[in-house]
């Protein structure tokens, strides 16, 4: 193995990726699989999560994909997840909180509903899910190879912007606040939490915006670097956190986002 394949490898780790039938987390797992992890794919529509998984079985990587059924929209059904990946691993080296749901309507209809359900799937569930895991992650951990926790944030949640999304916008800032809070409590722990905070990139939640073309390119026209995001953008970070390479790195929010948490329509002296 040579110094650059060393340095990235997530060989023979076991992970859980949450909500990964589609979007960024099947990017993830993609990734991982591709790698050479072991990779637990679980989302409320289960068949899709073993249909997924047999997909990517059949790369002929060197990693595997098993997928089941896993609901974090309640406490029960994040017990049943927990007792499912527990069933299959007595140690948990990477998990990566994907799962996620938005609500989009007018400030003067947005729904009381759509905040506990939002904030439920979206941060409840990061934590209660992390806590419930956190037995088999730090089986997982040493000090020269800690566990890894990521979180799915988003560069809404770093900037001041809506779009008709409120209660996404502000779960998502709570969940970069919530991962610094858990990287510090963890550290002692062996475990390191960070979280990616996407753009714009193709998935279920965003398919009315991006999924076609067509779409793409006109979303993508209003991100600094010119496009949305690309698979390839979410394995690097995903490999790079739960490698060698980032064990290190812990409380950190990344940006995937081609530049759009540090764009703004400030001019001071030019025209």
């Known amino acids: 193995m040579s110094y650059l394949d060393e340095l990235f490898s997530v060989a023979g780790k076991t992970a859980l990726v949450t909500g990964a039938a589609t979007g960024i987390g099947r990017m993830a797992a993609t990734a991982l699989v591709r790698a050479g992890a072991s990779v637990m794919i679980a989302s409320r529509k289960g068949e899709d999560c073993i249909k997924v998984a047999?997909?990517?079985n059949g790369l002929g990587a060197a990693g595997r994909a098993e997928g089941f059924a896993g609901d974090v929209s309640s406490e029960a059904g994040i017990a049943a997840l927990v007792a499912e990946v527990k069933a299959r691993t007595a140690k948990l080296d990477i998990l990566v909180n994907n799962a996620g749901v938005s609500w989009?309507?007018?400030?003067?209809?947005?729904?009381?509903?759509?905040?506990a359900r939002v904030l439920g799937v979206n941060v409840t569930a990061v934590f209660h899910l992390t806590r419930e895991l956190l037995p088999l992650l730090e089986a997982a951990a040493s000090d020269a190879d800690p566990a890894r926790v990521i979180n799915l944030g988003s560069v809404m949640g770093t900037q001041p912007l809506a779009d008709d999304a409120?209660?996404?916008?502000?779960?998502?800032?709570?969940?970069?606040?919530?991962?610094r809070t858990l990287a510090l409590e963890f550290a002692a722990r062996r475990i390191t939490v960070n979280a990616f905070a996407p753009g714009p990139f193709q998935s279920r939640m965003t398919a009315f915006a991006t999924s076609s073309d067509e779409q793409a390119k006109r979303v993508g026209s209003h991100v600094p670097i010119g496009r949305i995001g690309a698979p390839d953008d979410i394995a690097g970070a995903t490999l790079y956190l739960c490698s060698r390479a980032g064990s290190y790195v812990t409380?950190?929010?990344?940006?995937?986002?081609?530049?759009q948490s540090v764009q703004h329509g400030l001019t001071l002296f030019k025209e």
């Open 166 to 179: 409120y209660s996404y916008t502000a779960s998502k800032a709570a969940v970069h606040h919530l991962t």
């Open 251 to 259: 409380g950190a929010i990344l940006p995937i986002d081609g530049g």
């Open 104 to 115: 989009g309507a007018p400030l003067e209809s947005f729904p009381y509903s759509a905040w």
């Open 54 to 56: 047999a997909e990517l």
